[in-house]
């Protein structure tokens, strides 16, 4: 009897799933650091996951950039550990190389002094974005080459995720590079800051909540329209009520991730998308 990958990848995810949310944070193996070079001559740190059971044959590679020091975030980290651990090989990157050690750590970053710090961050950098973006792009490309050379990865199955200001850059990135072959745009904001061309992007899942403070909602409507005006394949989910991150924020002191449904919800959909634009 022949079982097809995708029948057994949805056999792996069914089983598996319940088993791996149930593990608490502290006890889970995360990613490895590493330090990808940039054309500049510096390096871009970041954090690289693979498949923790090992990998058969050659795996898509995603590429998840997030917003200033997130890199470091514990939230951004667990699930890069997860998506890793559903088949796919993830490397996690602030695009804009912001210096780690002006950076709050990964479990004080929201909340006070935290946060004000993150926001001061956040303004530096949307400053240097005003003025140009090609060095934001080139973090991309560097992490997306990072990818490509390691021996697990299929190197043309590459995915960019972007949450918050990065999922602009992921949109036109993606117009530049034909190994990327799917999209996900986490609650991003202001489409035509980033320019990119909707005939020219490859499939996009869109996440936003309808409570967002940070981006407003709008962003996402539109960028869905103009997508679906241009023929693009594009999958759209907006949650009521829900602020930004809310695909990944938990607090780690109260709460464990997957007992607030709707990270769990995002995650599944997100894990579909990729397998169904992904494993053929």
Known sequence: MHFSPRFAFAVWFLFLFPAATATPADALDLGRRVEIPLSTGSLLPAYYFFPSNGVRRPVPGVVV??????????????????????????????????????????????????????????????????????????????????LCSTPIVDS????????SQPANAALTYACRDPRVKAVVWNYGGWPWIMPYDPQRVPPVLIFHGTEDKVYDVKYALELEANLRAAGRDCEAYIYPGQDHMFTVYFDPRTEEPFEKPVIRDSFERLVSFLYRKLYY
């Not at 804009?96 to 530096?124: C, H, K, M």
């Not at 043309?156 to 949450?163: A, D, H, N, Q």
């Open 156 to 163: 043309t199955r590459i995915v960019i995720s972007g949450f």
């Open 65 to 146: 950039g997030v917003g200033v020091g997130g890199q470091k975030f514990i939230q951004y980290q667990l699930h890069c550990r997860w998506l890793a651990d559903r088949g796919f090989a993830v490397v996690l990157i602030d695009p804009s190389n912001y210096p780690e050690a002006l950076t709050p750590g990964p479990y004080t970053w929201d909340r006070f002094p935290g946060v004000l710090w993150a926001d001061a961050n956040q303004i530096v950098v949307g400053a240097k974005l005003f003025i140009g973006l090609e060095w934001y792009l080139e973090a991309i490309r560097a992490a997306v080459n990072f």
